[in-house]
């Protein structure tokens, strides 16, 4: 992999670029260049800007007031059990700021004291046991850096193209350094008995969404996490305390986590039988679906995030991630999936995390049926939306991580659309 | 490196954890503990919550309103140009969120869109350049994590223990994800002459700011950036775009950047003379003190996070840096600097860039004196208060970069101390 740009093409902006440009030589740059932004001396470089008391804690500034959760009415009956949309569209990198991180509840998001939060780990176990906040604190922690994805993500599209923006397409999803406890130090530290083959995890909250796991996967890498990119989480992502299940849907990563019941057997709960599965088209379900598959998506251009500078040199930016390892390798199609070509990945890529990519082209111009593939560390292909249909069907709801395509329209503008 | 914590060791929390506690087996919970968090159903159990149109940019929840930036009034004439602290001790993991990482001004933030934003190169180039805030996003990118550091970081403890708090003592750093462009992408557009070999940058703000930089530095991994942790700059870290400088102090890295000026020598500007330099016992200075030596700062327990929860198991948490390379490892001591452990960092240590580290202890409930100390990846090794005296004396600063000392007390309260 090669995450260094090809810095060395001299004539990058001579070639291509319409705004900005050459000043002259010598004293005529006003002449040549009349920009009042250079030739005269603009307010802030005369006056004083703000103190540091200005703001104790510092929000975007408002210029970036649309770089939003954005949340879509029609989609759920009431916004206490609904989903708002991360502006992937509008982010770079691959870190998701906790503040423009998409939100899911089941039955609203709960205010709740550290003081107040407790965690019992009963079932078959040793010693029953209950963890107070500043328990928890007192065990070894971990950092790990994973997306978490929701199963219905992009779950809108299996019909068709119907939400036009990466944000509403793709944006069920974050990205987040973690700081907590590995689930496996509290199920020990309690005492697991032989007969133990799954948990059942629950949160405090009124709608409780109660999901079963296998102990292999809870031994394994599950957290119990407080932190996430260095702060206390926020109310709406389970403070104090949440589940993270790297690489596994949203929904198992129950907030404001409240108990884990050590079981032989999975309870197949409400979460995990009429909901958060997916039909067949012969009516059937498919069981037990909790990987999220390598998946891909353009965040610009896109149609939140149009081409503006007209002709010439053009960052394509976008994000892959799988939840089965790391990212391998991202193609780019400009023609709707007749010819790819390797994009650039910025970073090496972490196992269950996001990895940002980058495909610098000159634009003509034309038209550009504009897609993203993800490989993964398995060799998995993320596939198109037709072969998803081909063993799926129409039925389904979740786990939709087919190759998504936009329309770049001359103009610059960027449109959601299917190809055939 | 080893970064998993041993989670086998059974009887942890038995051995030592004083709130909690097991439930007895069976039907005989509500008896044996009669926590009513756990017998009682709670009000967040049975009612809803809040709705995801709450909060369309999320803040931190109303319990974690100390989890703020602070200034120091005494320290500077006026806010205007004066500094704030991060939170460390507050903070876990090694992101920075930006709404708490540090500011640092010479004559307060300025509020500039990003339509008014121009940059300009010139001075020995082939042709001189101004680029506008599109143009920027038309280059190739990349993303680097970077912590940032003053050089005046711990500089008030020169004289003796001052400042009770990892936040003031240690809290001028943060460590965020940086996307932007090469700064040597630009220099080539313009072309670079072959009398080039320095450069000097300056800021859109009325202080200008100006510093000069070594053009091999300036070719090598410096920044022209344009979002930190994935979103826009925050107005007050430079909005829409700063200068990354990796590892170097925290005063180079101009915020609103204005003007690179290719040069064949340094300006030697009042930044770089009267300031950020480091006068020594006999009143000379040392000349070009740039990068940010390796560091450590033990961030809990602090003075401003003490052992609240009594003897037994502790985590001893914090964060070390090098400007010179990656962490290669850290010690800890517990009594002063007699006895030293290898502490464990939390992640593979990246160049540059914030690391964790824990150690996780025993506490007995005696007296500490608790210290921590950084080794980077050339060997070199933080040195105590005293050796950085013997050679710099007590005129200095900048670039304090000494092992400190927390004393803990029974009461689990800590207390910045010097040990002779």
């Known amino acids: ?22 000043l002259a030589a010598g004293g005529g740059g006003a002449a040549a260049n009349p920009d009042p932004l250079i030739t005269e001396v603009q307010p802030w ?7 540091v008391d200005a703001t104790p804690y510092g929000l975007p500034i408002e210029y970036e007031a649309d770089v939003i959760r954005r949340n879509v009415p029609w989609l759920t009956a009431d916004v206490i059990s609904s989903i708002n949309f991360t502006p992937i569209h509008a982010l770079d990198g691959t870190i998701t700021p906790q503040g423009c991180a998409f939100e899911r509840h089941h039955s609203g998001a709960i ?28 065990f070894p922690r971990v950092n790990h850096t994973y997306f978490l994805e929701c199963a219905a993500n992009t779950g809108m599209e299996w019909a068709g193209a119907q939400l036009n923006g990466a944000q509403f397409t793709h944006g069920m999803i974050h990205n987040m350094e973690y700081t907590g406890v590995p689930l496996r130090t509290l199920l020990e530290e309690a005492g697991i008995q032989p007969s133990a083959r799954w ?23 599950v957290l119990v996490a407080f932190r996430a990119n ?58 037990w679906t909790w990987v999220m598959d390598a998946k891909s998506i353009i965040t610009s251009p896109s149609p939140q995030s149009p081409i503006v500078h007209g002709h010439g040199p053009l960052v394509i930016a976008g994000l892959a991630w799988s939840g089965r390892g790391a990212i391998e390798r991202v193609d780019v199609s400009l023609d709707g999936g007749r010819n790819w070509q390797s994009a650039r990945l910025a970073a090496p890529p972490q196992p269950m995390a996001l990895t940002r990519f980058y495909l610098e082209i000159e634009w003509d111009g034309s038209e550009m049926l504009l897609q993203s593939r993800a490989i993964d560390s398995t060799g998995y292909v993320q596939p198109t939306k ?35």
């Open 111 to 138: 205010d709740m004291r550290k003081e107040d939060y407790r965690l019992m780990i009963n079932g078959l176990v040793d010693t029953p046991l209950v963890f107070t906040y500043a328990d928890l604190e007192r």
């Open 199 to 221: 948990i059942y995890v629950e949160g405090a909250d009124a709608s409780s969404n109660g999901r079963s796991i296998p102990l292999e996967k809870a031994l394994d890498d």
């Open 45 to 51: 470089a005369t006056g004083l800007g703000a103190g």
């Open 230 to 287: 260095g702060e206390a989480l926020r109310m709406e992502h389970g403070y104090p305390v949440r589940l993270c299940v790297p690489g596994w849907e949203g929904n198992m990563w129950v907030k404001w986590l409240r108990r884990v019941e050590v079981m032989d057997r999975p309870v197949e709960s409400r979460e995990e039988t009429s909901k958060y599965t997916d039909t067949l088209a012969d009516g059937t379900s498919r069981k």
């Open 1 to 22: 992999m090669n995450d260094t740009p090809n810095t060395t093409r001299r004539g990058f902006l001579k070639a291509g670029l319409a705004t900005g440009g050459a």
């Open 386 to 420: 037709a072969q998803l249909r081909e063993v799926r069907g129409l039925n389904s709801i979740y786990h939709n991580n087919c190759i998504q395509t936009w329309w770049i329209k001359p103009d610059g503008e960027a449109e959601n659309v299917e190809v055939s």
